[in-house]
C-alpha cells in the first residue's frame, strides 16, 4: 500500500516484542509431574540466533517458533553514514541514459523494518542424524524519500512500500562428527528452497510525481528464487557450569532464478559463551561476522533511480554483538524452552549506499518430545 508515514516507528517496536514474549509464556501447558530424569540445561541449546546448533536423540522430535525483528534506519557507503541529500545530489544512476532516468539517485530509502516467523520442525532419525525443516513468514516495511525532479535537494515528498508472504524455506541434515566428554562436533548440510516471492511489487512516488506500482527493488524480495546450497559446522562444548560453541554456516547461490539474477554468497561465523545461573536460565555472550556477496546478473523489471535497485549496492560485511537468554523447563514442563537474545552491529562495512543496521531481536519457543 501507498501511504504518507506518520508516527514514530521505533515507540511499538519493545512493546511488540514484548507482547511476542507474552504470548509464547500464554501457549506453554501448564502441567505438573515429577521431573524423573536428569535436569534438561538452558545451555545445551545455543543462543536463540543460532540456527542448527544442536542435535536430537534418536526418536526425539522438536517444533520452534521464532520472533526476528530487525531494524535499519540511515545509510552508509562503506563504514561511514552519508545523508539523503548527499545521496539524491552525488551518487550516479546505474539507469541513466534509459528513458525518464535522471543521472543522480532520486529515491532514497530512509528505514526498513523487517519482522520474520519462523517455523521449525526437527527428528532425529538415529543418534547421529537430526533433520530440520525451517519455513518463515516474513512482512518487510521500507520507508523513502523522494527528491523532487532530476537535480537539486528539494523533497518532493515521502512513501512506504510493503511486502507480505512466505520467505524462503529449507532442509537441513546435521550429522554427528565427534562427541566425547562434553565436546560435540557435528556437520550442517542443507538446501534452501525457493517458497518467497521475488515479483513483489507495490505503489511507489517517483521524482516526476507519479504513482506507479512496479516491481519492488531487490531487499523488498522475500526470497532468493533459487535452490541454495547450505553447509556448515557446529562444535559446541561444556563444563559445570559454563558452556561455549561456534559455528560456520554458508548459504550458496549456484544458480541463476528465473528472473536472470542470483543474490550472494553469505557466510556466517559465530561463537559464544553461556553461563548458567540454575539449570533452568542461561545469559550468552555472542560474536557473530557475516559476509553476504552483491547480486551477479540482474533483474530487468528492476529500473529506478534508488540504491536498491542496483545488484552492486547490496554486499556487506558485518561484525554483531549477541546479548541472550535461554530459559529451559523442569517438572510438567521439560521439553518447552523460551529464548530471548539482541544482536548489535559493532561494525559494518556496506557497499553502499546501503540501509545500516541497527538492532536485531530474536524471541523463541522450543518443544522437545
Ligand atoms: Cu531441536
Redesign the pocket.
Known sequence: MYQFNSGCHAAGIFKQSLQAAVLLLAAMPLAWGDDTSAPVRADS?APIGVMGD?M?KKGEW?V?YRFMRMYMQGNRIGDDRVSPETIATTIPNRFFGLPGQPPTLRVVPVQMDTNMHMF?L?YAPSDWL?L?FMGSYIEKTMDHITFQGGMGSNVLGDFTTRADGAGDSSVTGLLRLYEQGGQHVHANIGISLPTGGIKNSDQILTPTGATPSPRLPYPMQLGSGSYDPIIGLTYTGSGSAWSWGAQWRSVLRVENNSQSYRLGDEHRVTTWLSRLLNNHVSLSLRLQGMDRGNISGIDPLIVAPVQTADPLNQGLQRLDLGLGVNVAGSGGLRGHRLAFEINIPLYQDLDGPQLESDWMLTTGY?F?F
Request: proline share 0%; charged share 0%; aromatic share 0%.
Open positions: 541449546h544442536h536430537h522438536m520452534s521449525g526437527m537430526t530440520m522450543q522437545a
